[in-house]
């Protein structure tokens, strides 16, 4: 009888040793997949953030090329100049279906993907906008650069620099300071577009009688407010998204 107890006490110590050790392997188990999966998902998250920067730098780029273009400007070499430009508007197209195809894929996303996709979609918008007033410099056979145009593309520039900044600092959206302050510049530069817009209008319509250079320039230069008015989008998009996760 006691040999029996004795043997039931072993037998019970040994199940419990098995079952403390298979409960530690679980444990062990779940650390490892839950560290897997948290590497995983800063991966996945530092992808949409690197992507933003890449679109970001797309629009620079293509700012500092078009004023480049107008700055020696060469209407014989505007088809070319068109091209390059292009280019560059093609490699922001890329990185949006970078994006997409991955978003379609994925389970979660440091923000929501409505976001995600509101600020690709609107990256975009502003490179094409850069290259449609270069398009429309050509196609309306533009042999003269007004000197107001500089002045919107220089604002355009500026403005694009501190979109870098932004994305620069978005993956920090939860804790940065910086962010606000980007968010503030764009608006304030977005003013100061508006501003210029209507003192160009204004100059245009008082000091030309040819209806169509009127109409021309019109164009031209609404486009040129349209690009300042994209990069506040982006901003108001990114100010959305610092107030939904706090």
């Known amino acids: 009888m006691k040999s029996r ?12 040793s098995r079952q403390s050790l298979r409960s530690k392997n679980y444990v ?10 948290e590497t995983m998902s800063k991966k996945q998250d530092s992808f949409y953030f ?10 620079r780029r293509a700012a500092y090329f078009l004023r ?11 088809k070319e100049k068109l091209d390059e430009m292009h280019k560059i508007e093609h490699a922001g197209d ?4 970078e ?3 991955t978003l379609v894929k994925a389970f979660i996303t440091p923000i ?13 918008d502003l490179t094409d906008k850069i290259e449609d007033v270069l398009i429309r410099i050509y196609y309306n056979h533009i042999s003269d650069i007004r000197e107001d145009a500089f002045q919107m593309v220089d604002v355009l520039i500026r403005c694009c620099e501190e979109i870098c900044l932004l994305m620069e600092e ?36 008082g000091t030309n009688i040819d209806p169509l250079h009127i109409l021309v320039w019109r164009e031209i230069y609404l486009y040129l407010e349209k690009c300042a008015d994209t990069c506040e989008h982006i901003a108001d998009i990114v100010e959305s998204v610092v107030v939904k996760n706090r």
């Open 5 to 16: 107890m004795r043997e039931n006490r072993t037998s019970g110590s040994v199940r419990g």
């Open 170 to 205: 978005f993956p920090h959206f939860k804790h940065s300071k910086k962010l606000h302050e980007c968010i503030v510049r764009i608006n304030s530069l977005e003013e100061e577009s508006d501003e210029l817009f209507i003192s160009c209008m204004y100059r245009l319509h």
């Open 28 to 37: 062990k188990g779940v650390s490892r997949l839950s560290t897997r999966l």
């Open 50 to 59: 690197q992507n933003f920067m890449d679109c970001a730098d797309c629009s």
């Open 94 to 97: 890329s990185k949006k279906h």
């Open 99 to 101: 994006l997409i195809n």
């Open 68 to 78: 480049d273009t107008l700055e020696h400007f060469d209407a014989t070499a505007l």
């Open 112 to 124: 929501d993907r409505e976001d995600l996709v509101q600020i690709s979609q609107n990256m975009d």
